[in-house]
């Protein structure tokens, strides 16, 4: 079994002082493994790949709830391998999500928290690797939103190199209701096409007794139409996800990968429900100034690419790209994977 390093960041004391002094091996093939402790919780963090080239991407990832190690069955995407031949990428799994341990109260489980952990984890990550170390953000979904909170949060700009942003969005309620026009949108095309008529038809009638989505239930309802226009327009979204059975059971039985802790986390982390009315950040979109580069997929309901479209309108940055994937639906590297790679890099190297 791979040796697994294991450290404990104890935030008692804000500064980096407070932590250890030792640092890990900078190598082009690292694989270190340790965990953030913050406000009652143990965070576990994946560092893999080529810490060497001095460039660190944080993969923030969905839910909140599945947590990052599997979540994109990272560790055998061809996407994973070919970014951490080249940079080194950093799993963090989010409190409440994933295998992470400890206190998930409501009173820690907020939006200033998520971003707080977030800020220890670089902090940690420039005092294990490098205060030298360029780290970019990169968030799929939720972790979109996480990353956008994370910039418009004080200095945080100043820690960070660029921001990828893939199916993310920044305002819940308001990318609901253009998921929900979407939907409005689909169901009358494939209708008139004859496909998937019943299925489409009760979307359809949902939308026309619905005005504007504004309670839980209708949110709720909402997103479980979402997927399945996903899986009608099936035919029109390619995908990248190929299953490994040698690469899942390594995963679940020689990884930190707690499979047990990533069930009960998803079936239990609330979070976006608990607070889709407050999750906005569209009056503090302004305030982005550093690089950014922002995807969607053509077919993605659940985050449709208007969400895009008024993001990159208010962001500041003089350095900001938007691409909509025509054949692609929610996260965009699990379905145009190679196209996305390659623009992925493009970005990177342009602002490391």
């Known amino acids: 079994m791979r040796k697994v390093k294991i450290i404990f960041y104890l935030l008692l004391i804000l500064s980096a002082a407070a932590c250890k002094k030792d640092k890990f091996s900078i190598s082009t093939n690292a694989d270190d493994f340790f965990f953030l402790r913050n406000k009652g919780a143990d965070l576990p963090v994946w560092v893999k790949g080529n810490t060497a080239s001095k460039t660190m991407i944080i993969y923030l990832h ?26 080194s990428m950093v799993f963090f799994d989010q409190r409440g999500s994933g295998s992470s341990q400890g206190n998930f109260d409501k009173d ?39 990353g956008t909170a994370y910039l418009v949060t004080g200095d945080n700009q100043n820690k960070v190199k660029g921001f990828i942003n893939d199916s993310g969005n920044h305002n819940e309620l308001l990318a609901a209701n253009f998921g929900k026009k979407m939907l409005e949108y689909y169901a009358q095309q494939q209708i008139s096409y004859n496909k998937n008529v019943a299925d489409w038809s009760t979307i359809q009638d949902w939308c026309q007794k619905t005005d504007t989505i504004t309670e839980l239930t209708e949110f709720a309802q909402a997103f479980d139409y979402f997927g399945k226009a996903k899986n009608l327009m099936g035919d029109s979204i390619e995908s990248s996800i190929h299953w490994d059975a040698n690469a899942n059971y390594q995963m679940i039985y020689n990884s930190p990968y707690s499979a047990t802790s990533s069930y009960f986390n998803a079936l239990f982390n609330t979070f976006v429900a608990d607070n889709f009315k407050s999750l906005n950040l569209s009056d503090k979109l302004h305030t982005i100034v550093i690089p950014v580069l922002m995807v969607r997929g053509k077919y993605d309901f659940s985050v449709p690419p208007e969400i895009m479209e008024e993001a990159y309108d208010k962001i500041s940055s003089p350095i900001k790209q938007k691409v909509t994937f025509e054949k692609s639906g929610h996260a965009v590297w699990s379905c145009e994977m190679d196209k996305f790679t390659e623009l992925f890099i493009e970005f990177i190297e342009a602002n490391k």
């Open 62 to 87: 969905g839910g909140p709830g599945g947590g990052a190690f599997g979540e994109m069955y990272l560790l055998n995407s061809e996407f994973v391998k070919t970014v951490t031949n080249k940079y």
């Open 108 to 146: 820690l489980m907020t939006e200033a928290q998520f971003v707080d952990d977030l800020d220890k984890l670089i902090i940690l990550l420039k005092n294990k690797y490098g205060s030298d170390m360029n780290i970019f953000l990169y968030g799929v979904s939720w972790g979109g939103y996480l």
